[in-house]
Each structure stands twice: as C-alpha cells, then as structure tokens.
C-alpha cells in the first residue's frame, strides 16, 4: 500500500506563499475544521473568522497555511513560519508539469508561456536549458516569491 505525503515549505508568509503555490496548481485553500463552506466563499476569509472565533492571537494567525488538490490526486502542501531565512540551494524541489508530451519548440513555447504567467504572479526565471536528446526534453528553472527553486518541465 502506498502512503500519502504532504509537502511542507518553510516560509516567511505562509498565506502568500499558498496563494502563490494554489494559483500555480490549480489547488485550493482547504475549509476550516468543521466549517461547510458555501459555494463561492473565500476559504481565506473563513480561516481568519475561524482563528479569531477559537481565539487564536492576531500575530499567530498567518503561521501556517496549506493548499490541496481539488480532485484529491496530488499532494498537499503545507506551508509553516519560521523566523530564518533561507540560506542554500534545495536539496528537493518540485517540478511543475506544464508542457507533458510535448517536444521541441512547441513544448518550450509552452514553458516560456508559464514562465510569463508565473513571473506575473512573483516568480523569478533564473535560466532556461534547451533540449538535448536523449537525455533532456528542455526545462526552465524558477523560484517561488520566497526564493524556492522549482522547474517548469
């Protein structure tokens, strides 16, 4: 049987970097425990009301977020306050799927598409490797608003 596994960024903003990483996948922000949310509500907002209801101090509220895949397939990722910094190259990174079966110019057409997207939403392009067959299809390499380097691929 195979196990479940999270995904936990450490981080200086949770909240934003969820955002961030919910706009990236396609995820969404899970409903409070208990909380049945309607449809079209802001699950952000119910987990400030939340907080604030079970009495949780303002300055603590945004020290942990997490995000989900809606049809439950990919992993959850959780994102927790820490007060250092990131210091080094990850060790792991993700690798955002966005160009699959696709070759050659058109899948790096593709990329550089996300890439633009992902920019505009904080992302930083740090370099792109063209393909070289067999051995690589072509990537680009980015990192997240707090400095996490994942790849487009």
Not at 103 to 130: D, F, I, K, T
């Amino acid at each position: 049987m195979s196990q479940e596994i999270q995904i936990t960024f450490d981080a200086h903003d949770p909240r934003t970097l969820s955002i961030f990483w919910r706009d990236v996948l396609g995820y969404v922000h899970p409903a409070p425990p208990g909380v049945d949310l309607p449809d079209g509500a802001d699950p952000l907002a119910a987990w400030g009301d939340f907080l604030e209801r079970v009495g949780v101090p303002e300055e603590r509220r945004n020290s942990s977020s997490a995000v989900e895949d809606p049809e439950g397939r990919g992993p959850r990722m959780f994102f927790q306050q820490v007060p250092e910094g990131k210091t080094a190259k990850n060790r792991v990174h993700i690798d955002v799927r966005s160009a699959p079966g696709l070759q050659g110019a058109e899948r790096m057409a593709a990329l550089e598409a996300e890439c633009s997207r992902l920019v505009a939403m904080g992302a930083e392009r740090l370099r792109r490797h063209e393909p070289e067959p067999p051995m690589s299809v072509g990537f680009i390499v980015m990192t997240d608003p707090e400095g996490n380097e994942f790849c487009l691929d």
